[in-house]
Structure formats: structure tokens, C-alpha cells
């Protein structure tokens, strides 16, 4: 056997190497689309520009620098400008992600019967982002972090050139009571450990806060008194609290639509999450019950919002979803594997009365979320990412535009809004992105087809601009192709 001898000398000079190493920008010339001139016109273009007003055809765009400098049928070309013609294409604004995490949901050693403990969730802290931003995700709240300075430092490096990826609006890591659910998560102790809790990660740069599933209402009221001492907002995926305590506490979004509320859930006990952790509840509040009504009637006199994140509970139905070589393409072999096993799995177990319970709580929960809306509720749009193959970064933005119009019956434009403009104006970004308008940020999807007409052509990216830079969609997942899964 040989031995291998490294002098102290040798790291200390390495480590000293790397460490004076100059930060530099990426080199985005590979994943450029076209010239990427200063001025951009894109000519004969669809318009869909998130405010919810009708489709505008054979539109002139101009694009000055990073911001949308005029539009309309008769706008002058200006000189020198880099001309698209985009006949047959339809531009859009950039997706607005409010429950996009940055992470991999890793269950050691899958195969057809199962997994091992424990869940892990490691960063994908290179492929997440460019998988956003390919699939005209332009801007993102991770909604939740395990590797919390790694989400913030993201953000930095992707604002100074120094990594490709959508703008980053950063959470701090969950607010979470005692549970081993993941271990990666930290244990808050009580009320007071909450507020240092916030304290220390809004100064961290952290400008996003998460309450987890059993959290104490002490604590969330806690937690909730301090972000709003700070001009910040904190959302919840919560168990052991349902919808209205968490509404009459104060809290400003509640993730996952109406699918883990615990109100109705038999024998739940306070500040503990019930064993049904909220299907129970979803069985009973069929959308025309008055409880629904009820609670409707209360998150909307709260102002609290609600994030729809559908692909990441359709993933639970047999069959679903309809398989995307595109997005399978970018999982690493081990990540496929596991994926296609836990698909396996639930599209040939025998029907049984849980199963048609949980198509039918599918159903309760998208009927739950139009009817929130029609009450004047405030409807935001996600996707989970779990990893699992159904809701990647990106892929899973655009399947849960598809399935608001398809499940939750919202026409395509509604459809938009609510992936747009809507979660612009919860994050106080509506002066600047969220709709296609004179004077904001061009930050557009451009896909080829009319997804007014036919909403899965919103998964026809060609072209994404961030801030007036144009991306190739393709070259993007090219980079990525394999890696999702391991980095």
C-alpha cells in the first residue's frame, strides 16, 4: 500500500490560493440567445402581459438596457436595434415562483419496495436556478431553507454576474416546533427563542419567513410580531395550527392552498399536528359546505394569501402526472431511479378507499382555491420542487399554471396573473416586475404557440430575458442535463 504524505506547507498554501482567488462573473456567452444588443425589439410578438387584460396580437416590444422601454402596433424600430421576429410566438412575464425552494428531497436507498430513513435535503445550489430561469421562472422565493446563507449568498452572486439564475427573494430556515421530521431543521424552544430566531436571520439577509408544521401558536404569534416589526412577512405550511388560528394571529400567506389545513381533523389537539394533518379536514369542507364558506370568509378579511402549489400533490395521484422527457432529462440517473419507482408504486397498488379519498380531496382543494378567489382571496402560485421528477424547478412553475387552468378552471390570463403579477405585489416588486408594461424590467418568457388558447404551450420556452439579458432555454438545460441530484 502506498502512502501518501501532504505537508501542512502545502494545504496551507492551497487554501491560501483558493481564498485570494478574485470572484469573477460567469461567462454567459454560451447561453446567450442572439446578439443580446442593448436594444432589442421583439416585432409581430403575442403579448399576455400578466395584468389579466386580453391578449394583444402582433405587438412591437422595444427593450432598452433592462428595462421595457415602449409597446404597441405602431412603435418606431429604433436604429441599430437588435430585431426578433417573433410570428407565431407569444411573450409573457417572467413566472413569479412563491414556493421554490433551492433543495433535493433525497430518500436514501429507493427501490421498488420503499426508502430508508432519514429524508435529507441536500442543495442544488448550481442546477436549481438555471432550471428557474430555463423554463422562464425570472424570479423566486424559496419559501423555506435548509442552507439558509447559501440561499442568501445565491442571491448576491446571481445580482453581481457572478452565477446565471432568477432574482433570489430569500427565506430564512423554518420555524419549527419538536419534530424529527428532518434533521436538518433547527428546534425552536419557545416563544422568545422565535423572536432572537427572526431577529438574527433578517439581519442575516433573509427578507422571507416560514412557520413549519409544529410550531406552537405562541411561537408563530412570536414569530409573526417580530417580522412585522421588520417590515417582513411570514407564510406557514402548518399542521399543528390551522388556517383560522393562524389567520387570527396574523400571519400573511398560507402555503400549499387549502390542502393541510387541520381545522375539521378528528381529535386534534392544540399546538399538535393530527395524524390526518389536514385530509381529514379536506374531506369534510367540500367547497360548497358552509365551513368553507366560513373559512373562506375569514383568510380573506385577514388579507392572508394563499399559495397554490398543485403539482406536488397531483404527483400523489396514480398516473400522474404526464411524464416530460425534457424534465426527466435534467435528473441524475439515481434521482430517475427513484423517481419511476415511487411512480411505480402508486399506478399499480390496487384501488383502495384511500386512494379515491385522495382524488377526491384533490378535487375539494382545487374547487376550494376558485372559490377563495371569487370571494376577492388573494391567490399566489408554486410548485414544491421535491425532486421527485414531477416538480422540478421550472417544470413544475409551468405544470402549475396548467393545472390552475385545468383543475382549478381559471382561464389561462387569470391563470398568468396568479403566476405573475400576483406574487409580484406580495413581495412589493410590482413597480418593477410581474406585468409587461412601458417603464418595468424586462424580465419575459418568451414560448412558441398561444398558451391563451393552449396552456401547455407555455412549456414551449425558447427564449427567457432577465433584466433585458436574453437567455437561450435550451443551452441552459443543456448545462444541467444529468446533474439535478447531485449539485
Not at 228 to 248: D, F, M, N, R
Not at 349 to 365: D, G, H, M
Not at 413 to 431: D, F, K, M, P, Q
Request: aromatic fraction near 6%; charge should be negative; hydrophobic fraction near 40%.
Amino acid at each position: 500500500m502506498r502512502t501518501f504524505v501532504v505537508s501542512a506547507s502545502f494545504v496551507f498554501l492551497t487554501l491560501s490560493a483558493l481564498s485570494q482567488r478574485p470572484a469573477t462573473a460567469v461567462d454567459t456567452s454560451r447561453y446567450l440567445y442572439g446578439k443580446n444588443s442593448a436594444t432589442k425589439v421583439l416585432e409581430h410578438v403575442r403579448v399576455i402581459d400578466g395584468t389579466g387584460a386580453a391578449v394583444k396580437d402582433d405587438q412591437t416590444v422595444v427593450i432598452e438596457g433592462t428595462k421595457i422601454a415602449a409597446i404597441g402596433t405602431s412603435v418606431s424600430v429604433p436604429a441599430n436595434a437588435e430585431v426578433f421576429d417573433l410570428t407565431g410566438y407569444t411573450v409573457l412575464p417572467g413566472l413569479v415562483g412563491m414556493h421554490d425552494h433551492i433543495y433535493y428531497l433525497q430518500r436514501p436507498n429507493t427501490d421498488a419496495q420503499g426508502s430508508e430513513g432519514p429524508t435529507l435535503l441536500p442543495q442544488m445550489t448550481f442546477s436549481a436556478p438555471r432550471m428557474y430561469l430555463a423554463n422562464g421562472v425570472t424570479t423566486i422565493r424559496t419559501a423555506g431553507s435548509v442552507e439558509p446563507f447559501a440561499d442568501i449568498n445565491l442571491r448576491k452572486l446571481i445580482d453581481s454576474g457572478r452565477m446565471i439564475g432568477p432574482h433570489v427573494e430569500p427565506t430564512a430556515p423554518y420555524l419549527q416546533g419538536v419534530s424529527d421530521i428532518f434533521m436538518q431543521m433547527h428546534t425552536l424552544t419557545g416563544p422568545e427563542d422565535a423572536r432572537e430566531f427572526v431577529r438574527f436571520w433578517a439581519n442575516q439577509g433573509a427578507n422571507n419567513f416560514k412557520a413549519y408544521m409544529h410550531i406552537t401558536r405562541a411561537e408563530l404569534q412570536a414569530a409573526i410580531e417580530t417580522a412585522h416589526s421588520l417590515h417582513l412577512k411570514v407564510t406557514g405550511h402548518l399542521c399543528s395550527i390551522s388556517y383560522p388560528e393562524a389567520a387570527e394571529l396574523g400571519i400573511d400567506n398560507l402555503e400549499h392552498g387549502f390542502f393541510v389545513n387541520t381545522q375539521l381533523d378528528p381529535e386534534k389537539k392544540p399546538d399538535t399536528c393530527s395524524r390526518e394533518t389536514g385530509a381529514a379536514t379536506l374531506a369534510k369542507m367540500t367547497p360548497e359546505s358552509p365551513e368553507a364558506a366560513e373559512l373562506i370568509k375569514l383568510l380573506v378579511a385577514h388579507h392572508v394569501a394563499i399559495t397554490s402549489t398543485l403539482p406536488v400533490f397531483e404527483a400523489g395521484l396514480p398516473g400522474k402526472p404526464t411524464l416530460r422527457p425534457k424534465a426527466l432529462a435534467t435528473l441524475t440517473p439515481q434521482a430517475l431511479e427513484a423517481y419511476m419507482y415511487g411512480r411505480d408504486r402508486r399506478s399499480t397498488a390496487p384501488e383502495t378507499e384511500l386512494t379515491r379519498r385522495q382524488v377526491q380531496n384533490y378535487k375539494n382543494a382545487t374547487a376550494l382555491e376558485h372559490k377563495f378567489v371569487e370571494a376577492g382571496g388573494f391567490l399566489m402560485a408554486g410548485l414544491d420542487p421535491t425532486g421527485n421528477g414531477a416538480t422540478l424547478p421550472g417544470f413544475g412553475d409551468q405544470h402549475e399554471v396548467e393545472l390552475l387552468v385545468n383543475d382549478d378552471h381559471f382561464t389561462p390570463i387569470e391563470a398568468v396573473r396568479i403566476a405573475t403579477l400576483n406574487g409580484a405585489i406580495y413581495l412589493g416588486e410590482s413597480e418593477r416586475i410581474g406585468s409587461i408594461e412601458a417603464g418595468k424590467d424586462a424580465d419575459l418568457v418568451i414560448v412558441k404557440g398561444d398558451p391563451s388558447k393552449n396552456i401547455t404551450d407555455i412549456e414551449n420556452v425558447e427564449i427567457v430575458l432577465k433584466d433585458g439579458t436574453a437567455y437561450d432555454s435550451a443551452k441552459l438545460l443543456e448545462s444541467v442535463k444529468g446533474r439535478y441530484g447531485q449539485y
